[in-house]
């Protein structure tokens, strides 16, 4: 199949233009012309004997089609629309009658041959379209070779009658061409500008990080045309464009879609302290944002039916941060509390390593070595040493934002069992209010070899405290989590942090 594609642009400045402005150039439909091309028959098409003279219908057809031409292109107002052509001659389609009534009789040859195979429907439409496509554009004749293939399709006694229905079937696909409106707004330039306006409305949260990556930069064609038709006759795939309105539909689709999979307790759930703080920001933000863009720009009443979805679910989520924040405030309390142990863990690992300094040290020096660390690791909480609780000073204090109680802790030398005994004593007649639910003993051993020892009259000291009430965990060998009473109010429990170091003087 060969032809030839020729352009006359009637608007060179805005031709440039398009060039140097927009990521797509659309050329008028009235700016390319082409001749067309020559169709073959298919299958065993036998041309009959003294074709088109053969019988009346070829001879009306040809007939039809040369008193047509003589008025060409004076024959409608869409022909007539060729005279104002610089390229146009009339002699250039002087051939048009024959080719018209050579196609028709190709064709239904071809109906008449494949109506009976299975893929019957896709083998006929696709050579109908082969053979309208022949006639170049402008289209010139292949509205009368369309015409004559819709009658004959009509009116043949080729088709049995137990196949009626193919008869019915490709007299709506004639039906769906003759009644096809040219659909408006498919201007790809409107397309691609309707997408970026879908994109600028995404949040700018971490959620939907992917989807401004994977089309940051790109043109999703997908979305913007059908999928491609391959026609084995012409050889070409054809793709049609979508509408804007049908893009707006697939965008309003996809919106819901991706805010569907959203699980907001879980991703809530998932973030750390900052992350969360950060969060609750991104969203009041991207909701002002929505609003002002809004305000500043124009959109179509179907753009605003997914800005509305979005709108909703920004609000809706920062509802229910709302009223999540409260149960994870305290899920993080929780999680803080292992992350601070944990912390206090790795600070005394590395002490253990040094000796020239723990060697020097006495239970205070041990708390000031820990609290500039302790300082450090949450911008929402307040860590002091020394500081008043109840009656007496503590040695280490974290306390939120609110000046509420997280963590007591005291840091104690290993001086045996009745030692260990009196600083429990301390702790929580001293310093442990009824609020207060977590606290710790820091032991630091400097005099014994045998460590292990330490380690297991610690526990018992522990378990044999009348306020003991059970063992939760251990930790790293070192570290040992019980339930404690309350002193004040025996049916309150209180976790108890038993932490050993071995500092032992190594002289």
Known sequence: MKRSINFEISNPKKFISDIENKKFIQIPASDIWDLGYSTKPYHDYKQPEGFPNCCNYHKEILSNLNEWFDSFPNCCDNHKNLLKKKWFKKELYVNIPNKVVNSVSFTNSFIELSIQKDSWYKEITDYIDYSIDSFGAPNVGGERYFSAIKYWTKNSLVIPKEIEWKRNQLLDYFNSLTEEKVKKNTDLNLLNSTFQNWIKFIPEIPLFNNIKIAYKGKLPMNLFLYDGEYNRFTGLTKFKSRTQSEL??????HTRKI????????????LNITDKEKYEVQIVTEKHKIEQLLLLENFSKKELKYIKVLKKWLKNEKEFIGELKPIF?????????SFLIQQIFFFGQSLEKLNHLHNAFGEEEFRDYFLPHLTQISKN?????????KNGKTDILI?????????????KLWKGSSYLSSAINQLFERYVLWRDEKVALIIFNKDNKDFTKVIEIAKETIEEHELYDSFVEEKFKTIITYNFKHSEDTTKIITLELILFNCYKNL
């Not at 405030?329 to 509390?337: A, R």
């Open 329 to 337: 405030d305290k899920i993080t309390e929780q999680s803080f509390h």
């Open 259 to 270: 805010l569907s999979q959203l699980t907001s307790e879980n991703i809530y759930k998932s």
């Open 399 to 411: 306390q939120d934002l609110n000046a509420c109680n997280i963590f007591i802790a005291e840091c």
């Open 381 to 389: 909480h307040i860590t002091t040493g020394e500081t008043f609780n």
């Open 248 to 253: 707006i539909e697939i965008l309003f689709n």
